[in-house]
């Protein structure tokens, strides 16, 4: 094994010279620093086409393929686009032969293509083209997530809304061409407004806008520049129609191994007052504002520069319950404050105190191929305000990264001929037809515990999985055509539950159950298809059944007894709106049978087209607790 591919902490001897600098002393022979290990050429390394599909919702709820490796932009903040270089594009025909995979193995709707910069990828037009020539047919929306503003052609926005309009960020950064230029961002106010009128004019009705504040440089002078723009941004497009403008602030945090490693972050107080500035200057009708909070980008500085004294504050803040800090309701900056404090270190000795280029710092015996006398060369340009142009296109920037043997970049211009060549049109039948079925199935064991929506989009998945040719709605964002007879409340199972789809061809039931069966989680059973035109469209009785089993707590019959007396038994329910409504229990239930003092059958019925659960009507009638409900098994049959 090649040890120098891997980091082996324990490897290294660490002293702290006079100045604090960390002095790392390898132990072993040969184990002088720790190699990058980089991928040579994505199109030589397998794509996993048959990715796990929860049944839940994940954060990120869609197929994601990566097209592109690497980005040499030359962002001077951005610490990805220095250590994941050279850019190494995969073969246009390799991804398409995997999205149709991917999609035809998941059942997934929405597709994400994936890089630093996805909109540098050189044939990105023509595979968008190639894609939806099988994607559009069964509504497969496609997103790209990584857009820079000059690269989001109308080309592109028109393949992109063929589906619907995946929304989409534009990251200018800073406001002012000048501070651009300093942090090398390649892109001018021009690109910024012909893509926003590009997309106001092809149909978006909101885009979103990132800045960052604190960047090395800034003046107050760049701060109204991006007001500036944000406010001629919404006067500049004449349409009435109603345009939004969503932009976000981030504060800037000095990262490892970028031209900007070595700059000081802007302190607490000054980034909340100028977020504060900010917001109140963009408190307009069209424009809504939103930031990180500043507190975590304190605490993230710190981990940016950090060096192994943090290792005992990891320990500490784990120790004092801080966890989950990336969400806002768990993260505590106090907590924080306490840990660093009762660690004995200085937070601020990390991030806001400008290093010496000569000084050591803790992450020198990290190669990640680019050298750092470049690093240093792209600070010295940065406050010259010069710009490094892409090297992408072969123009080397010396960074230090490639050998032009083993490790260079890689792309595909001379497939870029291929581009807009291939026009689909969506297929349209050319009578329009609809062929609607009735399916029963069952929904047992830990199959109860899905929610409504995440049955819906199961049985979509799953259907597409099985190629049944489910039809879709038309309009700005097209649905299957699913509906079910009963939303059954997560907890709850069920021995015959009725869904009725709709396709757009013709199907025999039988295919249909056999096909659906071989693609839905084994606690779902299909018990039955049928032509919904061949029977009874009031199928299916109003009065449900159920059978009830208690873990915890009793049946008492006298409760039982109680309730038969009543003349009527008043309950309570909020609609969608949070109104209260009163109804009678007593015409809800329609016969409650006790088999022990664990278990009943109950028969409810809607009252005024409102549907009562078992839930409500056993805890008042025998007056059980929030913990014997939760615990019960309830069986729908």
């Known amino acids: 094994m090649d040890f120098n591919r891997l980091y082996i902490p324990s490897f290294f001897q660490v002293d702290y010279n006079m100045d604090g600098e960390p002095i790392l002393t390898p132990k072993k022979s040969g184990y002088l620093a720790v190699e990058r290990a980089v991928v040579k050429d994505l199109n030589d390394t397998p794509f996993p086409d048959s990715p796990i599909i929860p049944y839940g919702k994940p954060v990120h709820d869609r197929l994601r393929v990566e097209i592109a490796r690497g980005c040499t932009r030359g962002c001077r903040f951005c610490q990805a686009g220095m250590i994941y270089r050279p850019v190494r594009e995969r073969d246009p025909d390799k991804i398409i032969s995997s999205v149709k995979t991917a999609l035809g193995k998941t059942g997934y709707e929405d597709l994400s293509l994936l890089s630093l910069s996805t909109g540098d990828y050189t044939c990105i037009s023509s595979v968008m083209e190639k894609i939806m020539a099988f994607g559009e047919n069964d509504n497969v929306s496609i997103s790209l997530p990584s857009l820079r503003a000059g690269t989001l052609t109308p080309e592109l926005m028109e393949l992109i809304k063929r589906v619907r309009k995946t929304g989409f960020t534009i990251a200018p950064e800073a406001g002012s061409q000048r501070l651009r230029n300093v942090i090398n961002k390649m892109i001018t106010e021009a690109d910024i407004f012909r893509t926003v009128d590009n997309a106001f004019l092809m149909g978006w009705r909101m885009i979103k806008l ?185 123009d080397c920037s010396g960074c230090g990264v490639c050998d032009f043997k083993t490790i260079k970049p890689i792309s595909f211009q001379q497939k870029e001929s291929d581009c807009g060549k291939e026009k689909v049109e969506k297929n349209i039948h050319p009578i329009e037809q609809s062929f609607k079925y009735l399916i029963k199935f069952k929904k047992n064991g830990f199959a109860r515990f899905l929610a409504h929506l995440e049955m819906i989009k199961i049985f979509n998945r799953s259907f597409r999985r099985a190629k049944i040719p489910v039809k879709y709605s038309a309009g700005f964002h097209p649905m299957p055509k699913i509906s079910f007879r009963d ?102 239930v329609e ?17 005024e087209k409102h549907i009562i659960r078992p839930t409500q009507a056993i805890k008042i009638i025998f007056n059980l607790n929030k913990e014997d409900i939760l615990t019960a098994l309830i069986t729908k049959i």
Request: hydrophobic letters at 35%; a positive charge.
């Open 487 to 588: 939303t059954l409340p997560m907890g709850m199972q069920s021995e015959n539950e009725e869904m009725l789809i709709t396709l757009d061809l013709f199907l025999e039931p039988e295919t249909i159950a056999r096909r659906l069966s071989s693609e839905l989680l084994e606690n779902i059973e299909i018990i039955g298809c049928y032509e919904f035109s061949k029977i009874n469209s009031t199928v299916g009785d109003d009065n449900k059944t159920y059978w009830v089993e208690l873990k915890d707590g009793f049946f008492k019959e006298k409760d039982l007894e109680w309730f038969n007396f009543q003349q009527s038994v008043n309950i309570e329910r909020k609609n969608k709106k949070g109104k209260i409504l009163n109804f009678d229990l007593k015409k809800a």
């Open 591 to 607: 016969k409650v049978e006790l088999h022990s003092n664990k278990k009943l059958k109950i028969i409810l019925k809607p009252i």
């Open 210 to 394: 990132y800045f960052m504040i604190g960047l090395p440089t800034e003046t107050q002078d760049d701060l109204w520049a991006i007001v500036d723009m944000v406010k001629r941004l919404k006067a500049h497009n004449k349409d009435k129609k109603f345009k939004k403008i969503n932009v976000s602030f981030g504060t800037f945090v000095p990262k490892p191994h970028t031209p900007f490693q070595w700059e000081s972050q802007i302190d607490l107080e000054t980034a909340i007052g100028k977020m504060n500035w900010l917001k109140d200057q963009l408190n307009m009708k069209g424009i809504q504002v939103k930031w990180q909070d500043p507190r975590v980008s304190i605490i993230e500085g710190v981990w940016s520069r950090g060096d192994r004294k943090l290792g005992q504050v990891l320990i500490n803040a784990w120790k004092a319950g801080c966890r989950f800090d990336g969400w806002s309701d768990y993260f505590n900056y106090d907590r924080w404050i306490n840990v660093f404090k009762e660690s004995g270190v200085i937070p601020t000795a990390y991030s806001f105190t400008p290093m010496n280029e000569k000084r050591i710092l803790p992450w020198d015996h990290i190669n990640i191929g680019v050298e750092k006398k470049y690093l240093i060369k792209e600070r010295k340009r940065a406050f010259k305000e010069q710009r490094t142009t892409d090297c992408r296109n072969g």
